[in-house]
């Protein structure tokens, strides 16, 4: 048996460094390398579960091209010579006949090394082709943090040990950062931090914390200013650090004033006393590092949270007492790995929240799916599926499975997954990074990014952009990338660490924390909590990860990601609704049917299921969901799904 090093690709802030275990060429094994004391000694059921997963049923392992019409499963096994030229002449013809704009890359989480994830972009760069955003996950929270602190990124991780408190809000980090849990609850047991959650239901970070709150959903801004409302009122503010390192604490002052624990109360659905004694709390404990969920920024106004609280370390007298994700805080040219090139045209962006209207308009005639699932994980499911069904569109999916997308493909095209090709990833949290080695032979006749692309490229006449071997580009893109360590030690297989920001510099116009920056007129210069919809039958559907799947990926093993909802006793008495009961969940888009959990993890009015399902009859959680990104930082609103609840006769 020998030990191949790599490292996880998925999206997942904890970076596992793998040891993957391969015998006669056969991927047998994946455990937790010791050589990251942070990842080592587990990984997760998707770690564990990858040697299944990769030799999986559904795994492709052939080029297909359809037979009959879309959506279907009727799909035949072709050449890669029969297959390229297929790609090539729908894309050339689209570009000659309806121009650039009309040809669509939706590339996502699948593999987030660099050369993977940029392999795709490269050629619709060169195209001027249309591109998207990228809104679909971390996007308005990463605007709305950069609004104050210049850029995103927080604390290092893991957690420096003068943490005397971490503060879970809105994540679930048990279940979506198990390694990054892990290293709270050491903290917990060794040092005595105090480790507390703030989310809308009681998720299973909530029960693993010594101290939680559970505010209304969409009401963590006024909780947030109800904190700094004790702060202020007590004087246990840091006046020093506020007047040598901040901007327009003044103004933040007086709108903080405004929310006593009563007013804080009446919009959170908490007890003031609640309120106070946090507060207090907090106070005592610090330094307090608060993490920041990426769920908790998934609604209309999710980035005004993320705004408020990450100003309130600095009320501490702590600089960037906060950690969201640390992507922004590294030194990676991407315009490297991009090739980027002044006769390039510019192209068109567009976003990726939204993208499901201008799917159904018709907009687009060659769409080319990478490392995404758009058929499950976007909002707004019936307008996605109805464009990428449509016979005027031609869709290309390169994906290492079958996924719910093919049924929608016209050729799909077997990818390599990260166990059989070369990359470099750079983790959103710890600072550490290893080459990912190739373990085994792409399976089947599945190829890699580079390759596929770099195949398209020329015979469209751009070969000579793909003509520098990948690493080269990474090797480029990481020229600055690293404070220990080198390209030459990584292709070695030892471990580097990263260059990382300092949390002391804040690239705002004035150099400091930005209280109330000077922003464009539709923003409002301090956080705001939006009005709360009052009680309308409707309730709020939150949804999230759970331990055994990555987005729609694992079903192959695991089986369907669960379709259940949690709904409060009082709601489930006053409907008549039992546990175990299939109820529907409907609003103005769609409705899906699932059973119910009738529990008092969720308040009245909440309700809770895991992401992202298809339900019996096959329509996606997703149908519920809007496509009306937000208004700042255009996310998602994955966690503000309205729906009525109705018994099924
Ligand atoms: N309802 C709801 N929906 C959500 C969310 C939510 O909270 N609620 N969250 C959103 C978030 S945070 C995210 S990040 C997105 C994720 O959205 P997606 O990126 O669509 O997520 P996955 O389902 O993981 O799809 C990744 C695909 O990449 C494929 N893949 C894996 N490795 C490789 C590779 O090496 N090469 C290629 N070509 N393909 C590969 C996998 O097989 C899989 O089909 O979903 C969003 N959707
Ligand atoms: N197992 C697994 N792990 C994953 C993933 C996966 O698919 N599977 N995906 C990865 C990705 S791409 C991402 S983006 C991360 C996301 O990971 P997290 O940032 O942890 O986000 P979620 O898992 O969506 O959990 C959000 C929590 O916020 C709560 N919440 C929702 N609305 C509110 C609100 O208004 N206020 C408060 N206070 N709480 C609220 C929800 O109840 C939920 O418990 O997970 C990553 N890790
Ligand atoms: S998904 Fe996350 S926890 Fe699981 S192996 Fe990958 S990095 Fe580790
Ligand atoms: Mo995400």
Request: hydrophobic fraction near 35%; charge should be negative; proline fraction near 8%.
């Amino acid at each position: 048996m020998s030990v191949i090093k790599t490292m996880c690709a998925r999206d997942c802030p904890d970076g596992c460094f793998l040891d993957a275990m391969v015998e006669n060429g056969r991927l047998e094994k994946v455990s937790g390398s010791q050589d990251l004391p942070f990842t080592a000694g587990f990984v997760c059921p998707r770690g564990t579960g990858d040697p299944q997963r990769v030799y999986s049923p559904s795994r492709v392992i052939h080029p297909r091209i359809r037979l009959g019409s879309k959506p279907g499963p009727d799909l035949k096994t072709v050449s890669w010579d029969e297959a390229l030229p297929i790609a090539t002449s729908h894309l050339r013809t689209t570009l000659d006949n309806h121009g650039p704009e009309s040809v669509l890359l939706l590339d996502y989480a699948g593999h987030t090394g660099l050369i993977t994830s940029i392999a795709a972009q490269r050629l619709w760069h060169i195209l001027g082709a249309t591109r998207t955003d990228h809104s679909l996950c971390a996007r308005s929270g990463h605007t709305a943090i950069g609004l104050h602190h210049g850029t995103s990124f927080g604390f290092p991780i893991p957690a420096p040990e003068e943490y005397r408190a971490l503060v879970f809000w809105g994540c679930n980090t048990h279940d979506s950062a198990p390694h990054l849990w892990r290293s709270a609850r050491k903290a917990s047991r060794e040092r005595g931090t105090l480790l507390a959650a703030i989310d809308a239901r009681r998720s299973p970070t909530v029960e693993g914390c010594d101290h939680a709150l559970i505010p209304a959903p969409g009401s963590d801004t006024a909780l947030a200013y109800g904190i700094a409302h004790r702060w202020i009122t007590r004087g246990v503010i840091d006046l020093p650090f506020l007047e040598r390192f901040t901007t327009g604490f003044e103004r933040f002052r007086e709108e903080a004033l405004r929310w006593p624990p009563e007013r804080v109360s009446t919009v959170t659905a908490l007890a003031p006393e609640a309120v106070i004694s946090f507060a207090d709390l907090l106070a005592e404990r610090r330094p307090v590092g608060f993490i920041i969920g990426i769920g908790l920024q998934k609604r209309a106004a999710g980035s005004e949270a993320a705004r408020v609280i990450s100003l309130l370390s600095a009320l501490l007298g702590q600089h960037r007492g906060f950690f969201y994700t640390n992507s922004r805080g590294r030194f990676i040219d991407s315009d490297a790995l991009l090739d980027r090139r002044p006769e390039d045209p510019p192209g068109k962006t567009v976003s990726l929240v939204g993208i499901g209207s201008r799917l159904a308009a018709g907009e687009f005639r060659f769409v080319w799916v990478t490392g995404m699932n758009p058929a499950m994980t976007l909002p707004g499911q019936d307008l996605v599926r109805r464009g990428l069904a449509s016979p005027d569109t031609f869709v290309v999916v390169h994906d290492t499975h079958l996924t719910e997308t093919a049924s929608y493909a016209d050729l799909v095209l077997p990818a390599a997954t990260f166990y059989e090709k070369e990359d470099v990833t750079v983790c959103d949290s710890h600072p550490w990074t290893r080459l990912m080695a190739r373990a085994i032979d792409p399976v089947g006749e599945s190829r890699d990014e580079w390759q596929v692309l770099g195949d398209l490229a020329r015979a469209l006449g751009h070969g000579d952009r793909y003509a520098e071997p990948a690493m080269s580009a990474c090797e480029r893109a990481l020229r600055e990338g690293f404070a220990e360590g080198s390209f030459a030690d990584l292709r070695q297989g030892l471990t580097c660490r990263l260059r990382e920001a300092s949390p002391e510099s804040y690239p705002t116009p004035s150099g400091k924390i930005e209280f109330a920056p000077k922003v464009p007129d539709d923003i409002s210069p301090l956080p705001e909590q939006h009005e709360l919809e009052r009680a309308t039958g409707d309730f709020i559907l939150l949804n999230s990860a759970t331990t055994k799947h990555t987005h729609s990926q694992f079903q192959d093993v695991y089986g369907p990601v669960p379709s259940f909802v949690w709904i409060n006793p009082t709601d489930a008495a006053a409907r008549g609704i039992t546990s175990g009961e299939i109820v529907s969940l409907a609003n103005d888009q769609g409705s899906v049917n699932l059973q119910t959990i009738v529990t008092d993890r969720v308040p009245p009015g909440v309700l809770w299921s895991p992401r992202p399902f298809t339900d019996r009859r096959g329509t996606p959680l997703n149908a519920l969901a809007s496509c009306q990104p937000q208004e700042l930082g255009g996310g998602p609103r994955f966690n503000e799904i309205r729906v009525r609840v109705e018994r099924l006769d």
